[in-house]
């Protein structure tokens, strides 16, 4: 009688989106794990993910096998190396598929468009279109801030639990960047507050002073992603706001929509 192998069966099983489950299974593991922080054991990748044990192993075991995840000395598995550089190749993409969409944000603003995610406690800056002002803000793409001195850490920041937000500036602490610098956990989460109300982030003087920064988040992103435009605080001013944020947040939503859609073929 032939015998079947409970690996190769899993593989061939097709998922109900017409893909394959066990690769749907494994990414699935590797994004739990980095909602963990990125190191977990199997019995809490069992719980959270409701599958048995013997195959959440075997899946681990081919990760671990392909680079993707790493077994640390205490049985715990952590993402490995090979991630890095899917990871690095993604975010140089993410910020050439936002390109045009910042472009269109300095036409419509006259002030530099940036796009930002945050990566693990830091802000990183993926994407930049300078104004044509001779006058203008320019951050070097690949720079990282930390997020409570920043427009875009603000609105990347504003929708997290505010348990988690203390842990982060726990561990990244409070700089003062200027005068104008919020170094307070409890004046950065008044600023959350602020942001959820309001629908945009301001940087006002916070990260460099004579500079004002705008930012949204970018709606549904497959990480947490923001666009900003910055520029002198003379034309970015209260009046300048209440022109600016609508254009950015029409923005956002047209690149949280192409973002969706890239991800998909016919």
């Known amino acids: 009688m032939p015998t079947s192998d409970a690996s190769t069966t899993d593989a061939a099983k097709s998922a109900p989106t017409g893909g394959v489950q066990s690769l749907e299974r494994a990414f699935d593991l590797l994004e739990r794990m980095a909602d963990a922080g ?17 195959t959440i192993h075997r899946l681990m075991r081919t990760l671990v096998a392909c680079g993707y995840v790493r077994q640390q000395p205490n049985r ?3 993402l490995g190396p090979r991630l890095i550089r899917l990871g690095e190749s993604a975010s140089r993409l993410l910020g ?28 990183v800056y993926v994407a930049q279109v300078p104004s044509k002002h001779s006058m203008r803000m320019f951050t070097e793409v ?11 850490g603000k609105a990347l920041l504003a929708y997290t639990p ?24 409890e004046g950065f989460l008044d600023a959350l507050e602020d942001v959820r109300q309001s629908g945009y982030a301001v940087d006002d003087n916070e990260q460099e002073i004579g500079v004002r920064c705008l930012a949204v988040s970018v709606p549904d992103s497959p990480t947490a992603a923001a666009v900003s435009i910055s520029g002198p605080a003379g ?8 022109k600016i944020v609508p254009i950015l947040q029409q923005v956002a939503r047209e690149l949280s929509v192409a973002l969706a859609s890239s991800g998909h073929s016919a």
């Open 38 to 54: 990125g190191e977990v054991g199997l019995s809490e990748l069992s719980a959270s993910s409701g599958l048995p044990l013997p």
């Open 76 to 78: 715990r598995y952590a």
């Open 96 to 123: 050439t598929w936002a390109r045009p969409y910042l472009a269109r944000l300095v036409e419509e603003t006259g002030e530099t468009a940036n796009m930002a995610l945050l990566d693990g406690d830091e802000v």
């Open 142 to 152: 690949g720079r990282r801030v930390l997020p409570h001195s920043t427009g875009v």
């Open 162 to 185: 505010a348990e988690e937000v203390r842990a982060l500036l726990g561990r990244t602490g409070m700089p003062a960047a200027t005068e104008k610098t919020l170094t307070t956990p």
């Open 235 to 242: 034309r970015v001013t209260e009046a300048a706001t209440e």
